[in-house]
């Protein structure tokens, strides 16, 4: 059973030297426990704050421990009646090819209506994040005008795809490559899209929003973030996803401006998924609908091989993903 740990803490942006495969025998299950074999697994941003140690909304990972995340198997050995052998389940244990869990911790997922991969990416985590974040947390309505930054990613293709699905008015992505840009404008049906490492973000939003914007959906804070607030309107809803941009610094960037959230009456929002599970049965019905009728693209970068999960999250965190990263193991 080949796995992955912690091997050393990143200061800055992480590298291969932080990462350590071992080889372990393959786990018996205990009474309630299963055996999953591993098929697909996550590489979340997120992981990135695990790897330091300070307190936050979930617990650090451990050095020389095992690295955890989202991932779907299927079950190869079962001391629990409710999860039998070959049932396909979603669980929190990727970064290795087999997962020993209690049962009572794994979801039992029908692999046979959407592929593995879709229960980490479009009707997982990442489309629960898009769908909360801009109906329930951001509140946004039909005819308005939506900006989404890290718009080819996981979260952030949904979110300008539901956007769209949900009738506002412009949508406007952002993106780090002019291949991305391209995508979200020809394939996803973004009205359209700048690339922010190519000149001034903030002329460029200011030549794409000439309304103005109404909706933020931020999954990237810092300088973007301080750009779409010279443009929100009045009233405007900022909903606080993320801040990729930040988490490789050892210091953060200011926002300058946040002034403006006075005189123009701006509701800047932070949300964490979790505390939106309660939205998943809605949600999970509503994109199931639009999957089914083919209205929402749904991007996917694939790695494969577990000796290059670390390859695969680091190259995320450079952006060489299109939509969800996920490891095929
Ligand atoms: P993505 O699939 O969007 O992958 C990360 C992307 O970030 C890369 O592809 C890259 O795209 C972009 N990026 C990297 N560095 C920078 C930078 N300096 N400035 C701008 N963009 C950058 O990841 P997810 O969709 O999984 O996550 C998106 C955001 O949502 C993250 O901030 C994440 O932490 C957050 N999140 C929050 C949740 C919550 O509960 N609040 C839940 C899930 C995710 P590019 O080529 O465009 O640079």
Redesign the pocket.
């Known amino acids: 059973n080949k796995l992955w740990q912690l091997a050393a803490r990143p200061e800055g942006v992480p590298t291969a030297e932080h990462f350590r495969l071992v080889e372990e025998e393959v786990p018996t299950p205990g009474p309630g426990q299963v055996v999953v074999r591993n098929e697909v697994m ?1 590489v ?3 992981m ?2 695990r790897m330091n140690d300070v307190p936050s909304y979930v617990a650090p990972f451990q050095l020389d421990q095992p690295l955890e995340g989202g991932a779907v198997g299927t079950v190869v050995a079962s001391e629990s009646p409710d999860v039998p052998v070959g049932a396909s389940v979603l669980h929190g244990l990727g970064w290795r090819e087999y997962a020993l869990l209690d049962a009572k911790h794994t979801r039992v997922v029908d692999t046979a209506a959407a592929p593995p991969s879709a229960f980490l990416g479009v009707l997982g ?2 489309g629960l ?2 769908y ?2 801009l109906l329930d947390v951001a509140h946004m309505k039909p005819d308005e005008n939506v900006f989404v ?10 979110a300008g795809q539901i956007a769209r699905l949900r009738g506002a008015r412009l949508v406007i992505g ?4 002019a291949e ?1 840009v391209r995508y979200l404008v020809e394939d996803l049906g973004f009205d359209a899209a700048f ?3 190519d000149g001034s973000i903030r002329t460029q939003l200011k030549q794409l929003t000439p309304d103005g914007i109404d909706v933020y959906f ?7 973030l301080e750009a779409a607030l010279f443009r929100m309107n009045l009233h405007g809803r900022v909903a ?9 610094r050892p210091d953060a960037q200011g926002i300058r401006n946040l002034s403006l959230l006075i005189s123009k009456r701006i509701t800047l929002q ?7 599970w309660g939205r998943r049965q809605a949600f999970v019905e509503e994109m199931t609908g639009w999957l089914r009728e083919g209205r929402v693209q749904v991007p996917e970068t694939f790695v494969d091989g577990i000796e290059h999960a670390p390859d695969a999250f680091l190259g ?10 996920i490891v095929r193991l």
């Open positions: 996550s979340d941003p997120a990135r704050g985590m990442p994040t898009a909360a974040g930054s890290g718009a080819a990613g996981a979260v952030g293709s949904l952002s993106a780090g490559s991305k690339n922010y490492k931020d999954n990237v804070g810092g300088e973007q606080v996803c993320g801040a990729i941009s930040q988490y490789n932070g949300f964490l998924v979790m505390d939106h995320m965190l450079r952006g060489e993903n299109l939509g969800k990263m």
